[in-house]
């Protein structure tokens, strides 16, 4: 503490995430409009909902604070597979009557908005991992060498020079 301010030593606070913070909001969205859905959906329709969007933050958070870009990505994409699933389930909900177009309309683009963030993000590791790779990866030379091959008994039988 300095001054009577509160340092924040971790720079990579997930927190400070665009995505994590619209993902949050949704995420509060979900599970005000699950609370009037019929109570007979409470532990499928509400319970998978809440499990996916409430997925979609924690997965960020977790990939924020990850020290490997490789497994950050992992769990970025993750959150985005989430954010797909809750498109699924709302439109799932649209057409069972558990939610009107207009609410619809309102959490699908909010979670369309929250899976561009996500993809912004995927690029950025992508990028990230691709300057940092020392030598740009290089294909194989596939050609037979035919001195091992001719080491081995059932090519010789097959060799009719």
């Given at each position: 503490m300095a001054n009577g301010k509160t340092v924040d030593f971790d720079t990579r606070s997930f927190k400070r995430l665009i995505a994590w913070q619209k993902a949050q909001a949704l995420t509060v969205d979900i599970f005000a409009i699950t609370k009037e859905f019929p109570a007979d959906q409470k532990f499928s329709t509400v319970s998978q909902m809440t499990r996916c969007a409430s997925s979609i933050g924690a997965n960020l958070a977790e990939g924020n604070s990850s020290c490997f870009p490789r497994k950050t990505l992992s769990f970025y994409s993750i959150a985005r597979g989430s954010a797909d699933e809750l498109i699924s389930w709302l439109d799932l909900c649209l057409r069972l009557g558990f939610i009107n177009q207009k609410v619809h309309d309102e959490l699908d683009e909010a979670t369309q908005e929250v899976i561009r963030l996500i993809i912004a993000l995927i690029?950025?590791?992508?990028?990230?991992?691709?300057?940092?790779?020392?030598?740009?990866?290089?294909?194989?030379?596939?050609?037979?060498?035919?001195?091992?091959?001719l080491s081995y008994p059932e090519a010789k039988q097959g060799d009719r020079r």
């Open positions: 690029r950025k590791v992508q990028k990230d991992i691709n300057q940092s790779s020392p030598v740009p990866p290089q294909t194989k030379n596939r050609s037979v060498d035919k001195r091992k091959l």
